[in-house]
């Protein structure tokens, strides 16, 4: 789950049916994956959708740098802790791009060199989540990105919760994280720790989504 909200779902009726590995992975077990998610089934919702993966992880050249890019439609509990993220939004057609962007230095790490880098990473993201959003709003679809140090929308009203990227990757990208203090640090397979995660997010079709992120830099 993305942020702890109360569930619809009795706590009886969940400890007594298998969970889905889409909506529940924390719960998924063999026995769970293939049997129906009785727990969603149960839902007050009349429509469930499970995680599907539009785009897998892909890399993307973005001012002569490498990002990573993917595109997926997520499950219906993850959507349910977006709606107060993006209050003003339908958050059950929205589409989540998970954005990284591999490091020079540790993110475990502290210091001047470390905030110089950040900074520098949320500057280069925010043109290339901006770029995206201009291509998707000009073809009439809303289009937003949250600050990764705030968690907060940058164009869309802000909401009652913020949106913590890392615990997006674990759910989206099942990424391993690291608890370093208070923070935690997500777990790239290739770049480890020295990686830089933020998300986008829009109710474009996945194809259009993918056709935009997947243009040269100068298209």
């Given at each position: 789950?993305?942020m702890?909200?109360p569930?619809?779902?009795?706590?009886?009726?969940?400890a007594?049916?298998?969970a889905?590995?889409?909506?529940h992975?924390?719960?998924?077990t063999?026995?769970?994956?293939?049997?129906?998610?009785?727990?969603?089934s149960?839902?007050?919702s009349?429509?469930?959708?499970?995680?599907?993966?539009?785009?897998?992880?892909?890399?993307?050249?973005?001012?002569?740098?490498?990002?990573?890019?993917?595109?997926h439609?997520?499950?219906t509990?993850?959507?349910r802790d977006?709606?107060?993220?993006?209050?003003?939004?339908?958050?059950a057609?929205?589409?989540?791009?998970?954005?990284?962007?591999?490091?020079?230095?540790?993110?475990?790490?502290?210091g001047?060199?470390?905030?110089?880098e950040?900074?520098?990473?949320?500057?280069?993201?925010?043109?290339?989540?901006?770029?995206?959003a201009?291509?998707?709003?000009?073809?009439?679809?809303?289009?937003?990105?949250?600050?990764?140090?705030?968690?907060?929308?940058?164009?869309?009203?802000?909401?009652s919760a913020?949106?913590?990227?890392?615990?997006?990757?674990?759910?989206?990208?099942?990424?391993?994280?690291m608890?370093?203090?208070?923070?935690?640090?997500?777990?790239?397979p290739?770049?480890?720790?020295k990686?830089?995660?933020?998300?986008?997010?829009?109710?474009?079709?996945?194809?259009?989504?993918v056709?935009?992120?997947?243009?040269?830099?100068?298209?």
């Amino acid at each position: 789950m993305l942020m702890q909200t109360p569930s619809t779902t009795p706590a009886s009726l969940s400890a007594a049916v298998p969970a889905c590995p889409s909506c529940h992975p924390h719960l998924a077990t063999s026995r769970a994956a293939a049997s129906a998610c009785a727990a969603c089934s149960s839902s007050t919702s009349t429509r469930v959708r499970h995680h599907t993966t539009h785009l897998p992880p892909t890399l993307v050249e973005f001012e002569s740098c490498p990002l990573q890019v993917s595109v997926h439609a997520p499950a219906t509990r993850f959507l349910r802790d977006l709606a107060p993220v993006f209050p003003t939004v339908d958050s059950a057609n929205i589409l989540v791009v998970p954005v990284l962007q591999p490091t020079v230095l540790d993110m475990v790490a502290y210091g001047r060199d470390v905030d110089a880098e950040r900074d520098a990473l949320l500057e280069r993201f925010v043109r290339f989540a901006s770029r995206l959003a201009d291509r998707l709003t000009e073809k009439g679809y809303w289009c937003d990105f949250t600050d990764p140090a705030s968690g907060y929308p940058v164009r869309s009203a802000a909401g009652s919760a913020l949106y913590p990227d890392v615990s997006g990757c674990t759910a989206l990208l099942r990424y391993d994280v690291m608890n370093v203090g208070c923070c935690k640090v997500v777990l790239h397979p290739d770049w480890g720790s020295k990686v830089y995660p933020a998300t986008c997010f829009t109710t474009a079709p996945s194809e259009v989504v993918v056709a935009a992120l997947l243009l040269d830099d100068d298209a």
